[in-house]
């Protein structure tokens, strides 16, 4: 089994340390949730950031922070993880779900326009596998229908479109996760980021317990020790969640940032890696990155076709694991199917989503070097060698 040790060999240690050598309070530099949202609001080049416990707590703020109610539409993408539609489900609100581009496995923002009602607020795209949505054509329904977006960056770490225009900053909130498969991790956590001093109090209020003397830039409630320790102290001036981030995940949080480049870059070596011998094959058209556009890779999306040449999708990926292939993940189930989305909302099919869900393959990128990288490569070669006798 490889060791996944080295993902955490810069200053993880260190920072942990300094946590636990603080006793939990802020240490000489600062709490690591001030360092950890400063460092990132820099990479990003937005003006606040506020962490939270993790990405779909990050939604939830966000959402409130809209001012998103009960009975409000937030339209999001069918293909896409549960938990953009648990968020919504958690302020009261109603999932919509638009249908995706075929060819880049996004939500289309032509169907946006049709899903978009009275009672539609908001708009969740959600940048998956490391590409990124067509954020221009997004803002513009947006903006003619006075509709907020919060855009899901959690599979997409430094993606960018063809103005150099970094996913997370282009909507009004970006969202982030640092769960555990993650570009960068702390194995739970998550980041909002945000140019709007408005929607950065209200997130941070709603997320931090509704403590009064919460700011935008700031998550401290014990400014004054004669205030804080005044029996006729007033501390929460809105109802609001037990959001925060914990100091010891800051403090990975915070070293994971420090080599956020080499963790991005080396998921673009292993997607650039599977593109070439996947344009290659009949077997699979990749997923589309637009021209001038940077995905980031989480993870390579690809359709398998190989039913069309009696080949089985499990067939597949179970050779590929023979041959010392890492395992083949399926995309999720669309939101409206699962289960627990069936038994509450009404949501009408997306025909395209329907399609892709069941032919998507979804590949490693988190190889830590050309060695193991090549692994996945010989055992994607030697897999198709095998399977060749079907199509040729």
């Not at 953009?84 to 581009?101: E, H, L, M, S, Y």
């Not at 959690?154 to 103005?163: P, Q, R, W």
């Not at 150099?164 to 009004?172: M, Q, V």
């Amino acid at each position: 089994m490889n060791n996944k040790g080295w993902k955490f060999t810069g200053n993880e240690r260190k920072y942990v340390n300094e946590v636990l050598e603080s006793g939990f309070g802020a240490s000489e530099t600062g709490s690591m949730n001030e360092r950890l949202e400063k460092k990132f609001a820099k990479i990003y080049d937005q003006k606040f950031a506020i962490t939270a416990n993790s990405g779909t707590s990050t939604l939830h703020m966000a959402l409130h922070a809209f001012g998103i109610r009960p009975g409000d539409e937030v339209i999001i993408p069918s293909l896409t993880v549960a938990m953009c539609g648990f968020a919504i489900w958690q302020i009261g609100a109603i999932p919509v779900c638009a249908d995706v581009n075929k060819d880049t496995f996004l939500i289309n923002p032509e169907d946006i326009k049709k899903k978009i009602t009275k009672k539609t607020k908001a708009i969740m795209p959600v940048h998956m596998y490391g590409n990124v949505c067509d954020m221009k054509h997004i803002m513009e329904v947006a903006n003619s229908n006075n509709l907020y977006v919060v855009e899901d960056c959690a599979e997409c770490f430094l993606g960018a479109d063809d103005d150099n225009n970094k996913a997370g900053t282009i909507g009004h909130i970006g969202s982030w996760s640092f769960e555990s498969t993650k570009h960068l991790t702390s194995n739970e956590g998550g980041i909002v980021l945000t140019n709007d001093e408005t929607l950065a109090l209200k997130m941070r209020q709603f997320g931090g317990l509704g403590f009064k003397n919460i700011t935008a830039s700031s998550g401290k409630v014990r400014i004054s020790r004669d205030l804080f320790q005044n029996p006729n102290w007033k501390r929460h001036s809105v109802m609001g969640y037990n959001y925060r981030l914990s100091e010891l995940c800051a403090a990975v949080a915070l070293a994971q940032c420090e080599r956020i480049n080499e963790f991005v870059n080396l998921r673009i070596k292993m997607g650039l890696e599977y593109l070439k011998i996947f344009e290659n094959s009949s077997l699979f058209i990749p997923q589309k990155t637009e021209n001038g556009y940077t995905n980031s890779y989480w993870t390579f999306a690809t359709r398998f076709l190989g039913e069309n040449y009696g080949i089985s999708w499990i067939d597949f990926r179970k050779k590929y694991m023979e041959f010392d292939g890492d395992g083949i993940y399926a995309a999720h189930q669309l939101v409206y199917n699962e289960p627990c989305f069936k038994s509450k909302f009404n949501i009408l099919p997306t025909p395209i989503s329907e399609s892709l869900q069941k032919e998507l393959m979804l590949f490693t990128t988190n190889q830590k070097n050309e060695h193991e990288r090549l692994i996945q490569i010989n055992a994607l070669e030697k897999t198709l060698k095998h399977f060749s006798q079907f199509f040729n």
